[in-house]
């Protein structure tokens, strides 16, 4: 199991920048991948970025150049780096979490933190 708590979103006006947290409550090198997901309303959940079980950086198309996602093994904390943030990146940003045993995956999620960018 693990805990993630997360921290960092806001308000900003278009072309800002908005830097998002998540602390895990274990080692994250001992989760499969971590990752952000966001939901804007009326939209399905989608991956945004996220560390896979081999330490490589996936993100999806539209924040390619803009996002990075990093990490601090120290701290237990993920990290989202948005820069020249778009309105169409308002959502809930969701951090989460997957273990791999024995091929099942379960996937644990943060509460959400809402960032919402103004044109």
């Known amino acids: 199991q693990v805990q993630l708590v997360e921290s960092g979103g806001g308000l900003v006006q278009a072309g800002g920048s908005l830097r998002l947290s998540c602390a895990a409550s274990?080692?994250?090198?001992?989760?499969?991948?971590m990752g952000w997901y966001r939901q804007a309303p009326g939209k399905q959940r989608e991956l945004v970025a996220q560390?896979?079980?081999?330490?490589?950086?996936n993100y999806v198309d539209s924040v390619k150049g803009r996002f990075t996602i990093s990490r601090d093994s120290a701290k237990n904390t993920v990290y989202l780096q948005m820069n020249s943030l778009k309105p169409e990146d308002t959502a809930v940003y969701y951090c989460?979490?997957?273990?791999?045993?024995?091929?099942?995956?379960?996937?644990?999620w943060g509460q959400g933190t809402q960032v919402t960018v103004s044109s």
């Open positions: 989460n979490a997957k273990f791999v045993r024995y091929g099942d995956i379960t996937a644990y």
């Open positions: 274990r080692s994250i090198f001992s989760i499969n991948t």
């Open positions: 560390f896979t079980s081999g330490g490589n950086r």
